[in-house]
């Protein structure tokens, strides 16, 4: 399966530490992308990392990947309350297959 | 304008009767999808449409059909509802097949009695 599986399942942080989560995949990977979804809503996609990149930012975002180890890393730096979701990261086989995400909680 | 829209967002019916969820994208893309979101949030994928192309997700039961009249629309018809139907299920579209982002709507929460 390409299913990725993040860890933790679930993360509870104060405002303004970072956050780090966690994902790993089984088979080779064209490219990982992270999204994050909040409560009641759809997914919306974060970040898009291709499999010959190591590192990616977006803002507050820091995605690596690490493709001999099948995995990949989302750091969340300086959170907010407003971060307080669930992030999924998702790879690419015959479709895009998500894991089961990381629910974070970030108290003020 | 939003992106991906589904309808309705919230579905609640008798097991055995047959349900549609109606799915538009006015981002101009090719490719169309439906995942099944359960209450653990395990997002599963059922199918995926581009260029008149499905692909099936083995496990998804024949009563699940999509159905797309053109390609800013893919709806998602389901007979015989059963109990485990219930969970969300998002509509999302992307550019092409691949390392393109995908775009969701908003869910469609659907409950079976």
């Known amino acids: 399966s390409q299913q990725g599986e993040e860890d933790p399942q679930a993360l509870s942080i104060q405002e303004g530490e970072n956050a780090t989560m966690n994902c790993s995949y089984k088979?080779?990977?064209?490219?990982l992308q992270w999204y994050r979804q909040n409560s009641g809503r759809g997914l919306v996609h974060l970040i898009l990392?291709?499999?010959?990149?190591r590192e990616k930012h977006s803002g507050r975002l820091r995605v690596t990947l690490d493709t001999s180890k099948k995995s990949s890393s989302l750091l969340i730096t300086a959170s907010r309350a407003a971060d307080t979701a669930s992030y999924f990261c998702?790879?690419?086989?015959?479709?895009?297959?998500f894991g089961p995400g990381t629910r974070l909680s970030v108290l003020p | 304008d939003t992106a991906v829209s589904q309808t309705p967002k919230y579905l609640v019916t008798q097991m055995g009767n047959d349900k549609s969820i109606k799915c538009e994208q006015n981002?101009?893309?090719?490719?169309m999808y439906w995942y099944k979101q359960d209450s653990k949030k395990f997002l599963k994928i059922m199918f995926s449409?581009?260029?008149?192309?499905?692909?099936i997700n083995e496990t998804v039961p024949n009563r699940f059909s999509p159905k797309s009249p053109d390609k800013a629309h893919l709806n998602l018809h389901i007979n015989s509802l059963e109990l485990g139907d219930s969970a969300v299920y998002f509509c999302?579209?992307?550019?092409?097949?691949?390392?393109?982002?995908?775009?969701f709507g908003e869910g469609s929460r659907l409950t079976v009695l």
């Open positions: 999302a579209s992307s550019q092409g097949r691949g390392a393109w982002e995908l775009f």
């Open positions: 088979t080779s990977i064209n490219n």
């Open positions: 990392i291709r499999s010959n990149e």
């Open positions: 998702a790879v690419w086989g015959q479709n895009f297959v």
């Open positions: 981002l101009g893309h090719d490719t």
């Open positions: 449409y581009n260029n008149k192309e499905l692909i």
